[in-house]
Each structure stands twice: as C-alpha cells, then as structure tokens.
C-alpha cells in the first residue's frame, strides 16, 4: 500500500496554493505508482503510452498520462478477479465494500471499495457536511432507498463520523419519510434535488403539510445539478424554509466537491483529496483561466482499489477566477457541474444544454416542478417538445405563462418549441436521477 496517507484535515482548506500544488503532485506520484505496479489495466495503458512512474516529475508530465473512461471500465468487469477485472489493485478478500454506477447512461459500472477506501469516502463527505454547517447538534434523516448504488451512503457514515444523529428512512415511503421527520424533529436531510421537491409537493398535497414547517435547517443535494441552479435552490429553499446546498461526486470518482456555507455560485474542489483539470472538448488543451467551459478529467488521490487516474467524468465544468469569502484556498467551480458532455447537444443547429430549460421552468411562476423534454426527427427537419404542468390555482394563466415561458426560452436557449401543457401530477417523478430529457433522434 501507499505508505504517506494524507486525508482530511480542516488546515488543509486553508493551506497556501503553492504548498497545496505541491502536496496534489506529490499524492499524484503516489497513485500511478500505485496503479502502475498493481493494476494490470492501467500498467498495460500506461506502457502502451511509453510512461513508466519515473517520467512524473511535474503537472505538465500529468497531461501526458492516458485518461480512462467509463467505457474501458465497462470493457474490464466480469472478468478475472470477478467481478471487477484487471483494474482491482488488492487481493479480493480486502474489498470490503460493492457500488455500482446508477445506469444513467449505460451498462453499471461495479465499483470495489476496501475498508480503508470506505474510510476515504466517508473522510471526504465530512469535509463536505462541516463546510455546510452540520454539527453534532443535528438530526440528519436521509429519505434514501439504501441499495448497491452508491448516493447518500457515505453521507450517512460521515454524518456519524461528525457526531450527528442518523435516522436512515430507506424502506418507508415518501408520505412515511414525511411523518417521520416531523416526529423525530430532524433539522437536516439530504436527497436529489427532484426529489426534495417531490417531497415538498408530497407533503402539501398528500398530508396537508407544509413542509417549511417540518423543522429542516438544511439541505444537502447531489446526483443532479438542480441544486447549482438558481432557480431550482430557490424552489427548495422556499418549500422547505431551508439552506440548500450542491455537492458533485461520482460512484467511481468519489465526493470531490462541495457548497460552502457561504454559497458563492459554485461548488469547491476538495484539492486536498483531487486533482481536477479541465479539457476543451474540441482540442484537448487544459484549461487553466477562468471563463472558459471544458470537460472534467479528475483523479482520486487517495483511493486505492481501484483507482482514479484522469478519469475523463464528461461534466462540463469552468473555473472560478474569484476566491470565495469563506477564505478556503481550494478553488471554486463556477454554477457547479452545468451539464455532461454527453448532454450538450445540437438541436435545429443551435447547442443546447438541458440545464437551460430547467433554470427557465423552475423559475416561472405557475409551473409545476416537473417538465419533460422530447427531441425528434421528422424528415429533415427537428422539433423540440416541452411538456410542463401548471400549478394549481395557476389554470386560468396558462396563456400568460406561455408567453413568458416561450420568451425565456428564446432568450436562454435560442429555440422555439413545441409547448405542451398538462394537469399538476400527471408527468413521471423520481426519487434519484430524473430522465426529463429524451433525444429520440438517436434511436430513430
């Protein structure tokens, strides 16, 4: 194993840039040794690009390292070692722990945690819960069906790991989860943005709750990047009468990212514990100044069996040039993680990011929380559906709403659309990942 095994430590929020790059290379080092000589897929990656551990002597030697990427992690598994293939760097009977991908965009990826991995997980979710302000004080329900899927898991050891109460709600339902919070008087809780809204709905409408009421301080998100949009946190605020914060990780990556509690638009990388570039998508540059959107390639520096190494994560991401006031030197990711690269896509000539339509919905008022988009091929021309609902009482708006939603829309998205209005209730809801865009031209 790694013998230097530098995790969390509240000083390292604060340390000096040029101490913090210097600890980030020297964590970078470690890890493609590590992988190098203990995993037979990253060494046969790296000997094809003629890189040995030796040639890493500075960020710029980084650059030159293979990325992996979801697909080569799919191409491995189920294969000797079972089920995790040539990428696991420790004997089987040391992986303590099985996670897998959601299936969002494709066939899991199984993920092997050791115990020490675990640890790691959790180390990371604690700096995250500490900078949002949760404290041993805190009751911390967290409305979350405990499966193979990673999600909220690590957020629960941590928040025990920071002395908190857990009340894990995993096999009740929403109307259950709801009660339950107001018995136990819990004063936090974390859960996808879709669903802390669904939760809210659920409460007023299923039980004659308000749910601002309930007690709830706070609010931690993820798996969606509702949470880093205005309009979306203010839907969840105001519901809740509560803090709400974004955090962005990844099954295979780990919690590499978090919302202060003094909320500057963005989310910090954990830089103790990442190293993040970003790619132009077209050349392949790294982008170092701010202003400018690329792809994430992120490396997990600590996380041992089966490691991290410039996993190219597609989350289209930029940098921040201004500190944030809270005085932590890890630098910010300007409006969080605004979409994938995978996402981003061309409709009628014009580039499209789903995160757009949500940030105009959410933020008009007389619309339902939930929208669905639908993207076809009719001949040679495309259409773009917007099916939304209206809010009750809204119903005799609905023209007045259309024009403003129609506006926004040409103005944030450059498009028109096909706009379909439907009864509060009626679209899909979901409890972790939403699907509300659906590009039927790739399958047509």
């Not at 339950?180 to 809204?197: C, F, H, N, S, V």
């Not at 203010?234 to 509690?261: M, P, Q, Y």
């Not at 809270?326 to 409709?347: Q, S, W």
């Not at 809010?391 to 007045?400: D, L, N, Q, T």
């Amino acid at each position: 194993m790694i013998s230097e095994q530098l995790y969390w430590n509240p000083v390292l929020e604060t340390m000096p840039l040029e101490r913090l790059r210097a600890l980030q290379l020297r964590k970078f080092k470690a890890i493609f040794t590590w992988a190098y000589e203990k995993s037979r897929f990253h060494r046969a990656l790296y000997d094809k690009a003629g890189l040995t551990p030796s040639d890493i002597r500075t960020f710029r030697d980084i650059r030159q390292v293979p990325k992996v990427e979801k697909s080569m992690m799919r191409g491995i598994q189920c294969k000797d070692p079972f089920p995790y293939g040539d990428a696991l760097c420790v004997p089987l009977e040391e992986v303590s722990n099985f996670r897998q991908t959601s299936g969002t965009t494709g066939q899991p990826v199984y993920q092997a945690d050791t115990w020490q991995d675990w640890e790691w997980w959790a180390e990371c979710w604690a700096a995250i819960l500490w900078a949002q302000g949760y404290r041993p004080s805190d009751r911390v329900f967290i409305p979350f069906g405990y499966n193979i899927f990673v999600a909220f898991w690590a957020g629960h050891y941590a928040a025990e790991k920071l002395g908190c109460e857990v009340a894990p709600g995993g096999v009740l339902d929403t109307q259950a989860r709801i009660l339950k919070i107001r018995e136990l008087r819990a004063t936090a809780m974390m859960g996808t943005p879709t669903y802390m809204l669904g939760m809210a709905d659920a409460a007023r409408s299923k039980l004659g709750i308000a749910p601002g009421t309930l007690g709830i301080k706070r609010i931690t998100c993820a798996g969606e990047p509702g949470a880093s949009v205005p309009a979306t946190k203010k839907r969840i605020e105001e519901a809740w009468n509560a803090k709400v914060f974004d955090h962005a990780g990844a099954t295979e990556i780990g919690a590499w990212s978090f919302e202060c509690l003094d909320q500057p638009g963005g989310l910090h990388v954990n830089e103790a514990m990442f190293l993040v570039e970003i790619e132009d998508v077209e050349t392949g540059e790294i982008i170092e100044e701010p202003g400018r959107r690329g792809k994430m390639v992120i490396t997990a520096l600590d996380r041992m069996a089966m490691p991290c190494v410039r996993f190219d994560s597609k989350d289209v991401i930029e940098w921040d040039g201004a500190p944030c006031s809270c005085g932590r030197t890890f630098r910010l990711i300007k409006g969080g993680v605004v979409g994938r690269v995978d996402d981003i896509t061309k409709v009628k000539g014009v580039l499209l990011a789903p995160v757009a339509i949500e940030e105009v919905v959410r933020g008009i008022e007389g619309l339902g929380s939930e929208y669905e988009v639908v993207v076809e091929k009719q001949g040679d021309s495309e259409t773009i559906k917007l099916k939304v609902e209206v809010s009750p009482g809204a119903e005799g708006r609905v023209k007045e709403i259309e024009s403003e939603l129609r506006h926004q829309l040409r103005l944030k998205t450059n498009l028109g659309y096909e706009i379909e209005f439907y009864d509060y209730g009626s679209l899909p809801r979901y409890e972790v990942k939403a699907r509300r865009f659906k590009d039927l031209r790739k399958t047509a």
